[in-house]
C-alpha cells in the first residue's frame, strides 16, 4: 500500500442482505468487511451467498490500484450494481470469490 493508504479485512459479525425491487439478490452470514482509506465501508459476499442468476456481467472494467482491476455485474433497471476482483492484488486475496454491492442492509 502507498504511504497513508490502508485496507483491512476482517469477517463481518454482521447479516448482510441485499433486496432490491423485492428480490433478494444475496443473504449472507460470512460476508468480509472491507475498510479502506477515504472510501466507505464495503461488505463483500461470498458468491455462493449471492444470486448470480438474477444478475447479468457487463462490459464494466474499473482499476484500483490497490486492488486490481473490477468487473460488473447488472439487473436491467440498475446497471454496475455489482462488482469483484476476480484477480485481486496479493495484499487482498481475501476478496477473491466475494462480490460488492452498493446498498446492503446490515443488521
Known sequence: MSQGHTITIEPS???????????????????????ETGCPVRYYIPAEDVRLDLLTPSGTHTVCPFKGT???????????????????????????????????EVS
Open 70 to 104: 473490477a468487473s460488473y455485474w447488472s439487473l436491467p433497471e440498475a446497471p454496475d450494481l455489482v462488482w469483484a476482483y476476480p484477480d485481486p492484488k496479493p495484499e487482498v486475496a481475501r476478496i477473491q470469490d466475494h462480490l460488492c454491492f452498493y446498498e446492503p
Open 13 to 35: 459479525e454482521r447479516h448482510v442482505r441485499v433486496v432490491r425491487g423485492g428480490r433478494v439478490l444475496a443473504e449472507s452470514d460470512r460476508a468480509l468487511l472491507l475498510r
